[in-house]
């Protein structure tokens, strides 16, 4: 039996001289070296596997290549927050390529661009699903467009991972969702917020669609029912708003305890600029967001977030061994000044995680992929352990960070445990 193929050797001929490898091999061969080794690669699967043997649905695949589809905002104002789905999705496919890929086929990617609307989001995941013919589709970010296209992925019984956290409240079969649900991130931070800053009045605020409106009705419930404190204020916006005046001297009059913000996309700028324009302060006041990431605060500025709050499930500044690896190889192929955030990481869970479930599953087929998946780990997930429950939801751990003036953030409070993913708790809906 020969040995496996050493993933570094496919870039020889990349430079003119081996001898000096130019800037360009040496930052590629620096990203595959820092790339975590999630699976083993396999010796000629596709003989073992044949097309004829593992796609009995007509998926786009050959002896050699799998087709997958990417369906993200590239455009609009999403595109600050999605960028990093596509980019973390890229990596997660070109890591596995350079093992062999997935019984023995190379990854092929088809992009679309969602373009931030949610109508030509269900009108390109048609197109990746019945014209394309995708095995699995790797997108989304918002609750309207994962909502658009829902219907199109049960109707064509297709696969989507989904990596954004989001409001529960929802499971498909035809779905995975690698961020986190509301019990996860809602529920944990506003009991921090309790618990931690003592807080018991909470102005509500929310970008208008149905995440931030929802995530909102879920905390209102908890903040009043479970936590007998009051919410003082609740207002939305459109997307891509940028107008919050009026905003700042609601929040002045009412002084509330905490200001609860699920705000996203390019909004984010203007509100927390008009945060700071009009004195309210992370050293002032408390506030703590659901939507704004590593990603969002190249746009915000750390200046006018710091001393705010963040839950999430994941930060670029997590300090183990597997998301050293990922920030490594990230930065390798993004460039230095690249950054990770919490969905940014989830869509990179994507891609190992649907490998796996080919793999246990060994065939494509969408209805045996999706059999295989419950119970699946990823040990080395840059967030940590993680393990997939029959819900399609993750088990995973929730976090509380503190913005700094850099633009980073520092982890001030983490679950001792994972906690299981829960998207429809009584008395929440």
């Known amino acids: 039996m020969s040995q496996p193929e050493n993933p570094h050797d496919r870039l020889k001929g990349v430079s003119d001289s081996a001898d000096a490898p130019s800037p360009f091999r040496r ?146 079969k035809n779905v995975f969702y690698t961020g986190q649900e509301a019990t996860q991130q809602i529920l944990y931070g506003l009991d921090w917020a309790k618990n931690e800053k003592k807080a018991k009045s909470f102005f509500l605020i929310g970008s208008d669609y149905i995440w931030p409106r929802t995530s909102m009705k879920i905390a209102r419930k908890h903040i009043e029912n479970f936590q007998k404190g009051k919410v003082v204020g609740e207002e939305y916006y459109p997307l891509g708003s940028t107008n919050f005046g009026s905003l700042m001297n609601k929040i002045k009059l009412q002084k509330p305890d905490c200001i609860f913000a699920a705000v996203v996309g390019g909004s984010n700028v203007a509100f927390y600029k008009a945060l700071k324009a ?75 995680l649907w490998k796996a479930a080919v793999e246990r599953a060994g065939s494509f087929d969408v209805d045996k992929v999706v059999a295989a998946s419950p119970g699946i780990e990823l040990k080395q997930a840059p967030e940590g352990y993680v393990k997939l429950d029959a819900n399609h939801h993750l088990w995973s751990k929730s976090r509380i960070a503190m913005g700094q003036p850099d633009a980073t953030f520092k982890v001030v409070a983490e679950s001792p445990q994972l906690i299981k993913p829960d998207p429809f708790p009584k008395g929440y809906q």
């Open 278 to 352: 009009a004195g309210i302060t992370g050293n002032k006041q408390l506030l703590l967001t659901l939507s704004v990431t590593e990603d969002e605060m190249t746009g915000v500025g750390g200046e006018n977030f710091a001393g705010f709050y963040s839950s999430m499930k994941y930060f670029q500044s997590l300090d183990n061994d597997n998301n050293k690896k990922f920030v490594a190889a990230f930065k390798a192929k993004y460039g230095p000044k690249s950054v990770i955030g919490d969905v940014t990481q989830a869509a990179y869970l994507g891609p190992w």
């Open 27 to 172: 930052r590629i061969l620096q990203g595959l070296s820092a790339m975590p080794i999630l699976a083993v690669p396999g010796i000629s699967l596709a003989q073992k596997f044949p097309t004829a043997k593992v796609n009995t649905t007509k998926l786009a695949m050959t002896e050699t290549e799998v087709t997958v589809g990417q369906l993200h905002s590239s455009t609009g104002t999403m595109a600050i927050s999605e960028t990093g789905s596509i980019q973390a999705e890229q990596l997660a496919i070109d890591q596995i390529n350079a093992m062999g890929g997935i019984l023995g086929r190379k990854i092929k990617v088809i992009k679309e661009d969602g373009a931030s609307d949610w109508p030509t989001f269900a009108e390109k995941s048609k197109k990746l699903l019945i014209n394309d013919r995708c095995a699995t589709v790797f997108g989304c970010w918002t609750s309207a467009s994962r909502k658009a296209v829902l219907p199109v992925f049960e109707k064509e019984n297709g696969l989507l991972y989904y990596p954004t956290f989001y409001e529960g409240l929802e499971q498909s």
